[in-house]
Nanobody, 115 residues
Framework: QVQLVESGGGLVQPGRSLTLSCATS????????LGWYRQAPGQEREWVAL???????NYADSVQGRFTIARDGATNTVYLRMNSLRPEDTAVYYC?????????WGQGTQVTVSS
């Protein structure tokens, strides 16, 4: 059974940093494309960052230069380091993992950026 469990969300002031973690199980981690998506209230879910099996990364324009995605094969965990957070980054953040069997999603973790 595939499980993606996010952690690390919370309330943070603008300009500060936060790191999200996603512990995975039940997937072939080394062969999975991993990523983070987010969904703000009243908006559709949007792509934030992806990391390939060879650790090539891609970012949405809105987070380029501020967010960093990384994967750790020793612990089967994917991270999202978020710097210089802005109020518009407020959303539920979802972990994503796709191996040869298809896509999987975590339950989401809330990130609120507010003073």
């Amino acid at each position: 059974q595939v499980q993606l469990v996010e952690s690390g969300g919370g309330l943070v002031q603008p300009g500060r940093s936060l790191t999200l973690s996603c512990a995975t199980s039940g997937i072939i981690f080394q062969r999975a494309v991993l990523g983070w998506y987010r969904q703000a209230p009243g908006q559709e879910r949007e792509w934030v960052a992806l990391i390939s099996t060879s650790s090539t990364t891609n970012y949405a324009d809105s987070v380029q230069g501020r967010f960093t995605i990384a994967r750790d094969g020793a612990t089967n965990t994917v991270y999202l380091r978020m710097n210089s957070l802005r109020p518009e980054d407020t959303a539920v953040y979802y972990c994503y993992a796709r191996d040869f069997r298809g896509p999987n999603w975590g339950q989401g973790t809330q990130v609120t950026v507010s003073s």
